[in-house]
C-alpha cells in the first residue's frame, strides 16, 4: 500500500476521533453539566457566566467564542495549527445545539456528585482522544497554547489558571458548594484525560542485574522475542564492571520474564517499574531483526 493511501486513512481515522471526541465533549455538556445546574471552566464555563450576565443562550456563546478563538490561534500559531482546530472549533457548537434538542438527553439527578463523576468522566475521555488524534478542541484550549508560544509558560499551568479564573467568576452568582463541585469536576476530568492520553501505551521496564546476562540477554532475545539493551555499569561495593540488561515488556510478558530469570540465576536483582509510553521497534513500529543490531534498545 503506497504512503498516500496510508496517510490518507490516518488522515480520515484522525477526522472520525476528532469529531468523536467533541461530541462526548457536547454530550457531557447537555446531558450532566446544564440539567444538574453543575459550573465548569472552559467555553463552557464562560458561556454559564454569559448566560447569567447578559441572558446569551449557551449554544449562542459557543457558536461565537470558539470561532474567535480559533481566528486567534490562527493568527498566533500559524495554519498547520488551525487545519487541526478547525473541525473541533466549528463542529463543538453544532453537535451541542443538536444535543440540547433531543428530548431525553438530560440526566437530572438527586445525586450532583453522581452528575459530577459521569461528567467528568465523559469530558476527560472526549478532550483526550481530540488530543490523541493530534487535533485539539479549541475555545479556552488555545489561548494557553498561544501563551506557551510567546511567553513560554507552560499548557498545563495556563489551563489550570483560565479554568480556576472562570469558576471564581461564578462564584459571583453560584453557591459555595457548586464552586466546590467544580473544582471535583475539574479533578475528574483532568485525572481522565491522562489516563485517556497513555491508554495502550503504558509499558513495563525491567531492569536485571545479574553475573549471568549473556544468558539473560539471550533469553529475552529468543525465548521471550523482545529486545534489550546492556548499559554498562558498575557494582557499588567492588566497583566491577557489571552490564545491566535493560528490556521492556507487556504487564502479560512480566511474570514469564520473571521466570526466566530467576531459572537462570535465583539471586538475580530485578527493579521493575512502569513506563508511561514506548515508541519504536516491537511496539510502534514493526521488529526489525538484522545481523549485529539484536540488542539495540530500539527495537525493546
Known amino acids: 500500500m503506497s504512503r ?45 457566566i454569559a448566560r447569567r450576565l447578559w441572558g446569551i443562550p449557551v449554544e449562542g456563546f459557543v457558536a461565537i467564542f470558539n470561532p474567535l478563538m480559533f481566528l486567534l490561534g490562527l493568527l498566533m500559531l500559524g495554519k498547520r495549527f488551525a487545519l487541526t482546530t478547525l473541525v473541533s472549533s466549528f463542529w463543538y457548537p453544532v453537535i451541542f445545539g443538536l444535543f440540547q434538542r433531543i428530548p431525553g438527553i438530560a440526566f437530572p439527578l438527586q445525586d450532583r456528585l453522581l452528575a459530577v463523576a459521569f461528567a467528568g468522566g465523559v469530558i476527560g475521555g472526549g ?10 478542541t479549541g475555545g479556552m484550549d488555545i489561548p494557553p497554547l498561544v501563551l506557551q508560544k510567546k511567553a ?34 475539574l479533578l475528574i476530568y483532568s485525572l481522565v484525560l491522562d489516563k485517556v492520553l497513555v491508554l495502550g501505551s503504558s509499558r513495563t521496564q525491567v531492569k536485571v542485574i545479574t553475573a549471568k546476562f549473556e544468558e539473560v540477554r ?35 510478558e512480566l511474570s514469564r520474564l520473571t521466570r526466566i530469570v530467576q531459572e537462570i540465576d535465583p539471586e538475580a536483582f530485578l527493579v521493575v517499574s512502569r513506563v508511561t509510553e514506548v515508541r519504536g521497534h516491537g511496539f510502534t513500529l514493526r521488529k526489525i531483526w538484522a545481523a549485529g543490531v539484536a540488542g539495540v534498545a530500539a527495537e525493546a
Open 4 to 48: 498516500g493511501a496510508n496517510g490518507w486513512k490516518k488522515g480520515l481515522r484522525d477526522l472520525v476521533v476528532i469529531l468523536l471526541g467533541n461530541a462526548l465533549y457536547a454530550l457531557a455538556a447537555a446531558a450532566f453539566i446544564l440539567p444538574n445546574s453543575l459550573i465548569t471552566g472552559g467555553s463552557t464555563g464562560l458561556a454559564l
Open 127 to 136: 478532550i483526550g482522544v481530540v488530543i490523541r488524534a493530534g487535533a485539539s
Open 152 to 185: 513560554g509558560i507552560p499548557v498545563s499551568v495556563s489551563i489550570y489558571a483560565f479554568d480556576f479564573a472562570i469558576l471564581l467568576g461564578q462564584m459571583a452568582f453560584a453557591p459555595r458548594e457548586d464552586v466546590l463541585y467544580g473544582i471535583l469536576l
Open 218 to 252: 539471550e533469553e529475552i532475545l529468543h525465548r521471550l522475542d523482545r529486545g534489550c539493551t546492556l548499559i554498562q555499569a558498575e557494582t557499588g561495593f567492588y566497583r566491577n564492571p557489571w552490564p545491566v540488561v535493560l528490556t521492556v515488556v507487556s504487564g502479560r
